[in-house]
């Protein structure tokens, strides 16, 4: 079945540092992709997207493409700030016939400190 | 404007009680999501809503799960004869007709089970 893989961390960084957190996924298809943030004490969140190979999903800083020849989708973000610290979750939606559920990795806790 | 909600925020049960989750979707939202996030097991589907098809129950994890959507807006999640292993925060999400992609999450509700 669809599966999705994430750096567990826990990650911590310096503010202003480089953010790489790395997800691959396997699944039938082409399926769509998803960066979910939560922030404490917070509901889930949609950061951004990607729908199709090639595509580049980017919201507050944070960017990912869509490879598919890596089957991979990798959050990035150039600077980081101590509000960025949460739990971030990468996922995927099939593009199976009725598949409409998300299917997510288990998570990376990001800290960040001043 | 209104998000998902759900209630209680927090419920704890004794060890083979039932129980009753309820959710709120989103206005006008036609496909409504159940999941649950655990420690153990990360963030997995439970069971998903669309108008007045059949629901997509291949989430649910034993038969003393049943979930219900009333007059194509409100759900509730029942968990009959509750375990130990319940233990977790159960989310709801909405999305838009047609927008699969764009899934809103409620606030989710902590169970605990003594």
Known sequence: ?114 | GAGVSQSPSNKVTEKGKDVELRCDPISGHTALYWYRQSLGQGLEFLIYFQGNSAPDKSGLPSDRFSAERTGGSVSTLTIQRTQQEDSAVYLCASSPPREYNEQFFGPGTRLTVL
């Open chain 1, 1 to 114: 079945g669809d599966s999705v893989t994430q750096m567990e961390g826990p990650v911590t960084l310096s503010e202003e540092a480089f953010l790489t957190i790395n997800c691959t996924y396997t699944a039938t298809g082409y399926p769509s992709l998803f960066w979910y943030v939560q922030y404490p004490g917070e509901g889930l969140q949609l950061l951004l997207k990607a729908t199709k190979a090639d595509d580049k999903g980017s919201n507050k800083g944070f960017e990912a493409t869509y490879r598919k020849e890596t089957t991979s989708f990798h959050l990035e973000k150039g600077s980081v700030q101590v509000s960025d610290s949460a739990v971030y979750f990468c996922a995927l939606r099939s593009r199976s016939q009725g598949a409409q559920k998300l299917v997510f990795g288990q998570g990376t806790r990001l800290t960040i400190n001043p």
